[in-house]
């Protein structure tokens, strides 16, 4: 199944000029639990993706209702193979959503794994798959970037199916100069025919 991940041009600006995906700092998570240690908040970076067989209105919705974004589409063992040269290791794991409160085997939110791979069931319509990194703390920083064959990566990108002309130009210019081999198109979700 289909990995998504919406972004905004800008962010998709990055990825393609310096071939890297964006990990963001497990500290800046929202929902992170707040016992969770330091030591694995302030090392690990992650990048959330979500699984469907198809994008997602209310996803659009959530991350795009401006228009000046587009979804990345990729199967996971594609990222994985675009990955496999890097010197950053990076591991993938599909998020877990249960309530906690309930009886059964604990989960210890304030590990790695625990943090990163399970989240609330009020949360379950997001369908995560995140990618992350472990980096000793030399700094602390917001997020880092790790080198990706973008070209290897993606399945094709999506604009978004509010946005206005000059993003689709400006999408498509972004998709000519660095990403030619993959595929650029509108989306055809508001499409009457649909």
């Given at each position: ?169 400006a999408v498509r210019a972004l998709g000519t100069t660095y990403a030619s081999r993959v595929p ?11």
């Open positions: 199944m289909p990995l998504w991940r919406y972004l905004d041009v800008t962010r998709l600006a990055l990825l393609l000029s310096d071939k890297e995906i964006y990990f963001s700092r497990l500290a800046f998570l929202a929902g992170l639990d707040p016992r969770a240690a330091v030591e694995v908040t302030d090392t690990t970076y992650i990048s959330n993706w979500h699984q469907a067989p198809t994008e997602s209105m209310a996803r659009w919705d959530a991350y795009a209702a401006r228009g000046a974004y587009v979804a990345l589409k990729t199967p996971l063992d594609r990222i994985q193979y675009a990955l496999k040269d890097v010197d950053t290791e990076v591991t993938a794991g599909k998020v877990v959503y249960r309530d906690f409160t309930l009886s059964g085997a604990p989960v210890d939110r304030t590990d790695l794994d625990g943090a990163l791979l399970y989240s609330r069931p009020a949360l379950a319509h997001e369908q995560e798959v995140r990618l992350y990194v472990t980096q000793p703390p030399k700094q602390k920083r917001a997020g880092l970037g790790v080198r990706v064959d973008v070209s290897d990566l993606l399945d094709e990108i999506i604009i978004s199916p509010r946005a206005d002309l000059a993003t689709l130009r650029v198109r509108p989306s055809a979700l508001l499409d009457p025919a649909r």
